[in-house]
C-alpha cells in the first residue's frame, strides 16, 4: 500500500504561495521550498488509478528576485503524483492501491472458502467442488482440491476446544483489512459466496451456521442482516 523507500533528495519551488512589490519596485514574496524524502507507489484520487508519489517536506522562504532572504515555517508533508502534480495527504496512503486490494479480495475470498469447508463440507465432494471452483474464480487457478483440504486440517487443528474460534480468529485476520474498502454489495457476495458452498451439500449444519454467523460479523453486518442474508441465499443446483 505504498511502502516507502529513500529517494535521492531534490529541491524544487512551487509556484509563489504570495507576491509583492517592495518600494524600488523589484518583485519579492513568499515561496516553498520543497525536498522529496521518499517515494513509492499510491492510489492517486486524481488520476483514478495507481500511480508513483513522492513524498515532500516544504519550508516557506522568503525571496527577492529568486534569492533566498529568509526562512520561514515548514509546512505539513505532502505526497506529490508524479503523473498529474497534484499534491495529497499523508492520509492518502491508507487507501490500497489496486493491485494490493486486488490480492486483498483473492485472500479474502479464500479465507471464505476455507472457512465455510473447514466446519463441515470437508468430506462431501460437491462442497468440496464448490470451494475450488469460488477460489479459482477469485484468482487462484492452481489452486487444488487437495490443497484445500490440507489447509482445512491446518484450521482445524487451531478449532480443537470444539468451537468455531480458531477460524474466526482467522476470518477477521483476513478480512480486516479488506472489509474497509468494500462496498455493501461487495460484502454481501462474499457472505453468500460463504453460504453457497455449505449449502452444496444440503442444508446449513450447526457448524457452518455458526461460522458463516462469524463471517457476517467479520464483514460489518448485524446478526439480523446476516440471518436474513443466509435464509435468502440460492441454493446450488
Do not use: K
Not at 479465507?111 to 469447508?117: F, I
Not at 474464480?137 to 484450521?155: I, K, N, S, V
Not at 487443528?157 to 476470518?171: K, M, N, P, Q
Not at 454481501?188 to 442444508?203: E, N, S
Request: hydrophobic share 40%.
Amino acid at each position: 500500500m505504498g511502502g516507502l523507500r529513500m529517494a535521492g533528495r531534490h529541491r524544487g519551488a512551487l509556484p509563489a504561495d504570495g507576491w509583492g512589490r517592495v518600494g524600488t519596485g523589484l518583485r519579492t514574496g513568499v515561496r516553498t521550498a520543497w525536498t522529496t524524502v521518499a517515494d513509492g507507489e499510491f492510489f492517486c484520487a486524481a488520476c483514478g488509478g495507481d500511480r508513483n508519489y513522492e513524498r515532500r517536506t516544504g519550508r516557506r522562504r522568503l525571496e527577492l528576485l529568486g534569492v533566498p532572504l529568509l526562512r520561514g515555517n515548514a509546512t505539513e508533508p505532502v505526497l506529490a503524483c508524479t503523473s498529474c502534480g497534484e499534491h495529497f495527504g499523508p492520509e492518502a496512503l491508507t487507501r490500497p492501491t489496486t493491485t494490493r486490494l486486488a490480492a486483498l479480495l483473492r485472500d479474502g475470498v479464500q479465507g471464505v472458502a476455507l472457512a465455510a469447508l473447514a466446519m463441515g463440507g470437508t468430506d462431501h465432494p460437491a462442497a468440496r467442488r464448490a470451494a475450488v471452483t469460488s477460489v479459482h474464480a477469485a484468482g487462484y487457478p492452481d489452486c487444488t482440491e487437495e490443497q484445500l483440504l490440507a489447509q482445512c486440517a491446518a484450521l482445524r487443528s487451531d478449532t480443537s476446544a470444539g468451537a468455531c474460534v480458531g477460524v474466526e480468529i482467522e476470518l477477521h485476520a483476513t478480512l480486516g483489512p479488506l472489509v474497509p474498502h468494500l462496498a455493501e454489495p461487495g460484502r454481501v457476495g462474499l457472505l453468500l459466496q460463504g453460504a453457497r458452498i455449505a449449502l452444496a451439500d444440503g442444508p446449513y449444519s450447526p457448524g457452518e451456521r455458526a461460522v458463516l454467523t462469524a463471517l457476517g460479523s467479520a464483514l460489518e453486518f448485524t446478526p439480523e442482516q446476516t440471518q436474513a442474508l443466509l435464509v435468502a441465499a440460492p441454493e446450488p443446483r
